[in-house]
């Protein structure tokens, strides 16, 4: 069915019929989603990202940012920038691995020490190779946003060596990655959607989840969690990604606009998450959860098959371009 509903991108857009409405021939009011709560640093980039477009523009590209899933959830979103319904969504690689297998390539677990690792890929050829694989189905990554390293919680016991993580049920996001990564580490991943995923913790449908320290804060996870186990096992990108009729659509200068402060965002962005981490870690204690460093090594040795497996299931030349960048 998806990919039927990818195969109608073409067809979405006949003249100015985009889904943010031109208001006129050269004046364009689009809308961007993201799955932030209002108080998380997703709200600060886009909000960020709509003033500069306006200023660029001369007013020309109005940009109206909905948090917390409000045009949707990521999913559908996507879908419904590829087709034309949606004009903007501030994604994620994982999401986008549904249709760009490649995307998946980016969640390998410890590929990357940090975020200046992520910077050195993303910024060239590299994340510019997987960003040209998602414009056949009706999207352009018009930047790649931070998410960060991703951090184990859990309402059992404090993690500190993989061993402690079996018989554990840890939610995931929707990405095979993150599935195999955790069964390697030996607990039990279970998909859950991002909207849901307090409940589940405060159900005990899951014990655990896997989320930079921004999401604790701003879900409140720390209401239903007692402990953060610091791994960084994997990064997720938040790559802005707009349908591709819509940009081709718009005034060479508007497109040029568009795109400059995207890209020039990025490593804004990631700047913004490394210094609010520093201060959040510190809130994430004050709410009395258990923070852990964990000695990375024994973990980093259980997913090795899980790369090895990845180098025959994907583009193993991506991931070795990868791995020579980062040397």
């Known amino acids: 069915m998806r990919k039927m509903i990818v195969v109608l991108a073409s067809l979405a857009f006949l003249g100015l019929a985009f889904s943010g ?21 997703y709200q600060t980039i886009c909000t960020l990202f709509a003033k500069k477009v306006a200023e660029r523009t001369g007013g020309k590209v109005q940009i109206d940012v909905f948090p917390a899933d409000q045009l949707g959830k990521q999913l559908e979103s996507v879908e419904g920038v590829m087709v034309g319904t949606h004009d903007m969504v501030l994604a994620s690689d994982t999401v986008l691995s549904n249709w ?43 930047g790649w946003w931070e998410n960060g390293m991703r951090h184990v919680t859990n309402n059992k016991r404090p993690i500190k060596t993989p061993d402690d993580l079996k018989g554990m049920k840890i939610r995931v996001p929707e990405g095979e990655v993150f599935v195999e990564t955790f069964k390697a580490l030996g607990a ?44 960084g096992h994997i990064h997720m990108s938040s790559p802005l990604i707009m349908n591709k009729a819509l940009l081709d659509g718009m005034p060479q200068e508007y497109r040029t606009a568009i ?69």
Not at 260 to 266: D, I, M, N, V
Not at 293 to 313: G, L, Q, S, T
């Open 259 to 327: 795109l400059e402060t995207a890209r020039e965002l990025g490593p804004v962005h990631t700047k913004m998450v490394e210094e609010l981490e520093a201060e959040q870690w510190k809130e994430v204690k004050a709410h009395g959860m258990e923070v852990i460093d964990v000695d990375k090594k024994p973990f980093r040795e259980k997913v090795k098959p899980v790369i090895a497996a990845y180098k025959k299931k994907l583009d193993a030349s991506i991931i070795e371009d990868i791995e020579k960048t980062l040397q």
């Open 21 to 41: 409405g031109a208001e006129a021939a050269d004046s364009y009011r689009l809308k961007l989603g993201h799955t932030g709560a209002p108080s998380h640093h």
């Open 188 to 231: 039990g991943p279970t998909v859950v959607s991002f909207g849901e995923l307090y409940s589940a913790l405060q159900l005990g449908t899951v014990d655990g989840q896997e989320n930079p320290p921004a999401h604790i804060l701003t879900q409140k996870f720390y209401e239903v969690q007692k402990y953060a186990s610091r791994t």
């Open 100 to 142: 760009v297998p490649n995307m998946g390539i980016l969640n390998l677990p410890f590929l990357f020490n940090d975020l200046s690792d992520v910077r050195k890929v993303l910024d060239g050829p590299i994340g510019a190779r997987l960003a040209k694989e998602l414009e056949p189905h009706g999207a352009v990554v018009i």
